[in-house]
């Protein structure tokens, strides 16, 4: 039962990672004037490419991945980009209330790309404890 219980805390513990490291970002978007011009599609690789890079950042710093086994890394590959990209969009919708010119939906892709970036890092060059 102890095994079972460290590794529901090791796969949060990963998985908030993922997910709270997009958070800066997020919130200086949510402050940044939008251009209604900008193509989402651009957007999505600069945010993928920026999720690329904070994961290698991350990778330097932190090297082992707390998840040892495989299933349990596929599930945070999958799972963090979604839950992220909700939460975010959950926050954005917030301040539309403030701002009516935000778009959750941006930030909803804005999220997801940058930890999809992040996760695909860890999840290739993390080494298992």
Not at 93 to 115: D, E, G, Q
Request: aromatic share 10%; glycine share 4%.
């Amino acid at each position: 039962m102890e095994e079972i219980l460290v590794l529901v805390i090791q796969v949060l513990i990963e998985l908030l990672f993922n997910i709270v490291i997009s958070a800066p970002f997020e919130l200086a978007s949510i402050t940044a004037p939008s251009s209604k011009g900008d193509n989402p599609v651009i957007q999505a690789m600069i945010w993928l490419i920026l999720g690329l890079a904070i994961g290698g950042v991350s990778i330097a710093v932190f090297s082992h991945s707390l998840i040892s086994i495989g299933a349990l890394r596929v599930f945070n590959l999958v799972a963090a980009p979604p839950t992220a990209a909700y939460l975010s969009q959950a926050i954005a919708r917030r301040w539309t209330k403030s701002n009516p010119s935000i778009n959750p939906r941006n930030h909803f892709w804005h999220a997801f790309c940058l930890t999809l970036g992040v996760a695909i890092v860890r999840f290739a060059y993390a080494s298992r404890l």
